[in-house]
């Protein structure tokens, strides 16, 4: 990018001041070029900030996490990349305010970083880590360089918040029960989510779930590697805090009726996610060589 200098003053005297067109400026021998972006003078950083990782020797022996996180100093300069335009926000399949947190995090405003990301998205413990990070493909910086570290910067509220923030940000919202009771059948994370959004709205909630721990694909299908369970396990013991009641070992449909839950509730929300994989639907799809994704991972 450069700026020319199609007019130029010629003089900082009031009474004397003219300009004139660049190319007779030019012929006396003066600069036209005003500005010429350099390496040095661009005002944008569009190299991200590294994220530290184990080393491959060390991940090879065990399933512990890949990446380790950022440090303040790191999630700062991270934060200080981004130019606010927003364009990730409408990209992002919950809407998350997005740059407003990004500034937090600059700012180091912890408590209002935490407070907007629970405003769209009540698990951002399983998001930081593993979330497909769509907002990042359409980052304006990343159309000339590396875009923002969106996810890693979720992370870095979610993994550095103390403990009393936490139930802080989380009960602001919540109001007592009063407007009626719902079950939510599904732990996973629609069912998780709903639950959240439900009791701060005045709900009394139950939460039923076939399997013992509540998290669904999330619990069951991702591996440590990519996803401590600690992370997946303060999403849900937040749940826990703000009023929401658990039912696990417990299958609609065999261990309680939908006709019973109509019965004992004022409205009832099923999300029962997608807890067995697609069939490939060819010839010997099912042979016992062929391996499916869930049972896989599970």
């Given amino acids: 990018m450069k700026m020319s200098k199609a007019y130029v003053f010629n003089t900082t005297n009031p009474d004397t001041l003219y300009k004139m067109p660049e190319e007779i400026f030019a012929a006396s021998g003066g600069t036209i070029t005003g500005y010429e972006k350099t390496p040095e003078s661009d005002l944008l950083d569009l190299v991200r ?3 530290p990782s184990e080393a491959s020797e060390k991940a090879k022996e065990s399933f512990i996490e890949l990446l380790k996180g950022y440090s303040m100093a790191q999630a700062k300069a991270e934060a200080a990349r981004c130019i606010g335009c927003e364009i990730c926000v409408k990209t992002c399949p919950a809407n998350m305010h997005i740059p407003e947190y990004i500034d937090a995090v600059g700012q180091g405003d912890m408590a209002e970083g935490l407070a907007l990301l629970y405003k769209t998205n009540p698990l951002p413990g399983v998001c930081g880590s593993i979330c497909t990070h769509k907002c990042e493909t ?18 870095y509220i979610v993994d550095n918040a103390p403990e ?18 719902v079950a939510v059948v599904g732990g996973g994370a629609a ?4 639950s959240y959004y439900l009791r701060t709205m005045g709900y009394a909630v139950d939460l039923y779930e076939a399997k013992p721990l509540m998290g669904g694909v999330a619990r069951y ?3 440590q590697y990519r996803m401590p369970e ?9 749940l826990k805090k703000i009023g929401v009641g658990f039912h696990v070992n417990t ?7 939908l006709d019973a839950l109509h019965e004992q509730y004022d409205a009832v929300f099923l999300a029962s996610g997608l807890p067995q994989s697609r069939s490939l639907k060819l ?14 991972l599970a």
Wanted: glycine share 10%; aromatic share 6%.
């Fill in 49 to 51: 900030a590294e994220m």
């Fill in 138 to 155: 359409v980052c304006a910086i990343g159309q000339r360089g590396e875009p923002i570290a969106i996810r890693w910067l979720k992370r």
């Fill in 164 to 181: 009393s923030m936490y139930e802080e940000v989380l009960m602001a919202p919540v109001s007592a029960p009063g407007k009626g009771r």
């Fill in 191 to 194: 069912g998780m989510s709903a």
């Fill in 221 to 223: 299908g991702v591996p």
């Fill in 230 to 238: 600690e992370r997946l396990n303060k999403d849900v013991d937040l």
């Fill in 251 to 257: 299958k609609v449909g065999k261990d309680i009726t």
């Fill in 283 to 296: 010839e010997n799809g099912d042979h016992p060589d062929v391996l499916y994704a869930m049972p896989f």
